[in-house]
């Protein structure tokens, strides 16, 4: 825990970064059935005000984020920080992404104006549900200028060049002019997040990679990260000791 001890110890202005779903939330078969785990507005709320900025860095909507987080004064980087610029989909691209999801039993289309996720949590055959649809959105993203993302038990099409999650840390530290930040996540899209640590680390910014295991958390992560704590529960305990 030598990290987390510097971290609450550094000089300066300091930032916790938090993911969302398997980060705050418990993982479960459906997004709109996400909770916040229990004890974690406290822990966040307590941060607030004692850290320079708290964020959570999403790829759910703002208004997702607001209804689940609910917490005064935390900022939202909503659908990855940047993507909300992003115009949305035209209505060709989400016919074509439903068709594609259309054929492979369990898949469900979940559009966020510029970018759109397909998941198969629900599919019998999770391994199989991938390899198709991943099949099927290629073409397309290919087609349109996206980029088909891969995370848990979902595809996601978004602007193809646009920063996601490094983007969005690296947009908080320079608006907040930290000195030191924190960020959790679970995902290997948050793997982004961690390189750009690591690229802050470089310019002698204090940072800590927090790795939030849980059953799908990527090997990657948990051997990237500085800390590893267990599921949801873990980090709320970490967030009450910052």
């Known amino acids: 825990m030598d990290h987390l001890r510097s971290f609450r110890n550094a000089e300066g202005r300091a930032g916790v970064l938090l993911d969302f779903d398997g980060t705050l939330s418990p993982i479960v078969a459906k997004p709109e059935l996400a909770r916040?785990?229990?004890g974690a507005r406290d822990a966040i709320a307590r941060l607030v005000g004692r850290y320079a900025v708290v964020a959570i860095v999403s790829g759910r909507t703002g208004d997702q984020l607001r209804e689940l987080v609910g917490v005064d004064g935390v900022r939202l980087a909503a659908?990855?920080?940047l993507a909300e610029a992003a115009p949305p989909l035209v209505d060709g691209v989400l016919d074509a992404v439903r068709a594609a999801a259309g054929h492979v039993q369990g898949a469900r289309v979940e559009p966020k104006g510029g970018s759109v996720a397909v998941h198969y949590r629900a599919a019998d055959d999770a391994s199989a549900a991938?390899?198709?649809?991943?099949?099927?959105?290629a073409p397309i993203?290919?087609?349109?200028?996206?980029?088909?993302l891969a995370g848990k038990m979902v595809l996601e099409l978004v602007p193809a060049g646009?920063?996601?999650k490094d983007g969005a840390v690296e947009r908080i530290v320079e608006d907040e002019a930290l000195d030191a930040v924190l960020y959790a996540g679970d995902d290997l899209a948050d793997m982004q997040a961690f390189e750009a640590l690591d690229r802050l680390a470089r310019r002698g910014l204090q940072t800590v990679k927090v790795a939030v295991h849980g059953?799908?958390?990527?090997?990657?992560l948990t051997d990237a990260a500085d800390v590893v704590v267990?599921?949801?529960?873990?980090?709320?305990?970490l967030l009450r000791g910052l």
């Open 36 to 38: 916040i785990r229990d």
């Open 79 to 81: 659908l990855y920080g």
């Open 130 to 137: 991938r390899d198709a649809l991943t099949e099927g959105l």
């Open 141 to 148: 993203a290919e087609a349109e200028g996206l980029e088909l």
């Open 162 to 164: 646009r920063p996601l």
């Open 215 to 220: 059953r799908e958390t990527p090997t990657a």
């Open 230 to 237: 267990d599921g949801p529960a873990g980090l709320v305990t």
